[in-house]
């Protein structure tokens, strides 16, 4: 499951576990990233696709995951060696 949110629309970390178990979606780690505007206006739905893209493909390769932070189920920080 991919999803894109605003800071208006994020919620809690719960509200968003919440989100996924209501799509049927099972999971153990949520990669999360955030993409900055410019100029003071926010990314498009284009920009933040393409992104969001590139980190599906990061992790369907085997990439590097540093650049993305990690969570468990409970909301605690999942470190990559």
């Keep these: ?3 894109d949110k605003t800071l208006g629309e994020l919620g809690s970390f719960s509200d968003l576990a919440k989100e996924s178990e209501q799509m049927g979606q099972d999971w153990q780690i ?12 926010v990314p498009d739905t284009v920009e933040a696709e393409r992104s ?4 599906v493909e990061t992790v369907q390769r085997g990439g590097d995951l540093s650049k993305f932070m990690a969570f468990d189920r ?3 920080p999942v470190v990559f060696n």
Excluded: K
């Design 52 to 55: 969001l893209q590139m980190m």
């Design 30 to 41: 949520v990669l999360v990233a955030s993409i900055s505007g410019r100029n003071g206006v």
């Design 74 to 76: 409970n909301g605690e």
């Design 1 to 3: 499951m991919c999803v």
